[in-house]
Every structure is written in C-alpha cells, then in structure tokens.
C-alpha cells in the first residue's frame, strides 16, 4: 500500500509500536482495506486469523451509508489487522 494510505500505515505503527492505545482508532472502512490488502490476505483469511465471521468482517469493511449493515470496527479488530500487515 502506497501512496496517502501507506504514510497513514507508517504514522498509526510509529505511533503504536505494537502497543494498544484507543486513541489511535480508526474504524474508517479504506483504512482497514488497506490494512488487509497490506497483509496481503483476502477479507476472508483476515477474519479468520482474527477471530471473526466473514460477514461481520463484511460489515466493517462495507462504507456507511452503502449498505444498512455497515458496523463500525471496534479498536480490538482494528489492531489485529494492524499486527497482520506489519508481518
């Protein structure tokens, strides 16, 4: 991921250093995209790892407004999502 999404990455793993702090949550569904696509996993193989379903996985990813099953991401999923792309 490059770009204006890949300086967001760099700042959230600067900021965090692998250490949780819910000031850094970013529920935003292209952040947690771009998450994914960095880890190089389908949204399947990322809910997977993470302990969720697919379809709440869908739910996260899916823009407000889009669809009536758009969920925000609580920071625990956004977290392991970060973990997965830091690999």
Known sequence: VGGRWGDVLHDHRRRSRMNPDATLHDP???YLR???E???LSQRGAAARIG???RQMRYYLA???QTA???HAPYP???ALEALARR
């Open 28 to 30: 935003r569904p292209d």
């Open 34 to 36: 771009a998450l994914i």
């Open 38 to 40: 960095r880890a190089g």
């Open 52 to 54: 969720v379903s697919e």
């Open 63 to 65: 823009e407000p407004g």
């Open 69 to 71: 099953r758009h969920a």
């Open 77 to 79: 999923v956004q977290y």
